[in-house]
């Protein structure tokens, strides 16, 4: 009788001891999470609500700063702007990433070396790029201008990024060179586990190459249109060293976007109170586009299959 009422002991704080263990295990964790993450989460959020230069004693202001951010007309445009440049990215990111992927989908020879030249540009910084593409883009000495000239097209020669009606366009444009090649990894990855067999099927019943396209490629690659537009949309708003490097806003804010316009709150003027409120804006708006993105895409999916 002892020994069942040990062992009936044993089974019942059995699970108390590894509940402890494994909460054991991932202390460490939790609390480098706790320290780096939700520590500066919370004193992010105590900050909007007070007036603070990031040297005095914070004062509580309550709801000003973001009663501020909504008044404020630079920093409503900003999400325009931001909104054109992400709508820009789905087309010259994701689109062209797509079409080229399709194009590249290819075993003949010299077909991966064009894969990796177009995928070259992903490994340059981004701030590296801006840099160089301003140089590109200059009105005087430019290359692209210079070429122009050349070529006797001088009357088509622009200054890109000096002017609002190309400054926003010229950007989307240099952020399509840079990111195109990730996306067509992603879909080349993707188009690699298609099976053959059913572009052979769809070529026997006369299906041409746009048929196939539209008919088996892109609804088989559903799933991963989904996750590109996601990943373009999220990193358009979090989008900031290319416009700094190469306007920083200029001309007269047509570039702003709100990360630009956060850092010059935040630490041009020394208003750093004032661009913690922006950023948690900007956080709220990203969290819901994305929490109603995923689930517009979920119900999508589940109608369809």
Do not use: C
Not at 134 to 142: I, K, S
Not at 229 to 256: K, S
Request: without cysteine; proline residues 3%; hydrophobic residues 55%.
């Amino acid at each position: 009788r002892d020994d069942e009422a040990v062992r009936r002991i044993e089974v019942r704080t059995a699970p108390v001891a590894k509940g402890a263990v494994n909460l054991l295990f991932i202390a460490p964790a939790m609390a480098l999470f706790g320290v780096f993450v939700l520590l500066p989460v919370g004193s992010a959020f105590f900050y909007a609500f007070t007036h603070w230069d990031g040297f005095t004693a914070p004062r509580w202001a309550g709801l000003a700063n973001f009663e501020r951010a909504f008044a404020d007309v630079v920093h409503l445009e900003s999400y325009v702007h931001v909104v054109l440049y992400i709508l820009g990215t789905l087309v010259f990111e994701v689109t062209f990433g797509l079409v080229v992927a399709v194009l590249l989908n290819s075993d003949r020879r010299g077909f991966a070396m064009l894969r990796g030249f177009f995928f070259s540009p992903v490994v340059l910084s981004m701030s590296a790029a801006g840099v160089l593409w301003a140089f590109v883009l200059d009105y005087r000495t430019g290359l692209l201008n210079s070429v122009l000239k050349a070529v006797g097209a001088g009357d088509w020669a622009q200054p890109w990024l000096s002017q609002s009606s190309t400054a926003l366009l010229a950007i989307t444009v240099v952020s399509g060179w840079k990111y195109a090649g990730f996306y067509m990894v992603i879909f080349f990855a993707a188009l690699r586990r298609i099976p053959r067999n059913l572009y052979e099927a769809a070529t026997l019943d006369g299906a041409g190459a746009v048929r196939q396209f539209f008919s088996i490629t892109l609804p088989l690659l559903r799933q991963n249109v989904l996750v590109a537009v996601l990943l373009a949309v999220t990193g358009g708003f979090a989008g900031f060293d290319l416009f700094f490097t190469m306007t920083n806003g200029n001309p007269f804010g047509a570039t702003e976007v709100p990360a630009t316009w956060i850092m010059k709150q935040a630490f041009d003027k020394n208003q750093l109170s004032y661009g913690i409120a922006l950023t948690v804006v900007l956080t709220a708006v990203v969290m819901v586009i994305s929490l109603i993105y995923l689930r517009v895409s979920e119900r999508l999916s589940v109608h369809r299959y």
